[in-house]
């Protein structure tokens, strides 16, 4: 499996395990310019932008570590912009998920407010 569709193996179980845990899928894989956001969804009155990350088991790195601080401006950016697009009056919520793949299995974490907008 190819890294391009092993990253779309992990977006479609974070979807899953996002609806079934009572959040709606607004979009995937939403892209302005050269930024996307994996996700967004709601849950309540909260739009959740929803950055997804998918290693293998052995990989020597969290999956989490590599939503650094580049990728929190873009992932911003681009929430802000679908945010205007859509004419949105919401709170939103900046999450990941990381799914971890051992053979047929995978562990999904999620992390709640894993970052906040900020000036940098």
Same mark, same amino acid.
């Given at each position: 499996m190819n890294t391009i569709d092993f990253g779309k193996r992990g977006e479609e179980i974070?979807?899953?395990?996002?609806? !079934?845990?009572?959040?709606?899928?607004r979009d995937t894989n939403w892209r302005w310019g050269h930024k996307e956001l994996d996700i967004v969804a709601l849950k309540g009155k909260t739009l959740h932008v929803i950055e997804v990350k998918t290693r293998r088991a052995d990989f020597l790195v969290e999956p989490q570590a590599?939503?650094?601080?580049?990728?929190?401006?873009?992932?911003?950016?681009? !929430?802000?912009?679908y945010v205007q697009r859509f004419d949105l009056a919401c709170d939103v919520q900046f999450d990941v998920i990381t799914v971890v793949v051992s053979g047929d299995k995978s562990e999904v974490e999620y992390v709640p407010d894993a970052f906040y907008p900020t000036a940098w």
């Open positions: 974070a979807v899953a395990y996002l609806l !079934a845990h009572g959040f709606t899928i590599s939503v650094n601080r580049r990728k929190q401006q873009h992932t911003v950016a681009a !929430a802000n912009a």
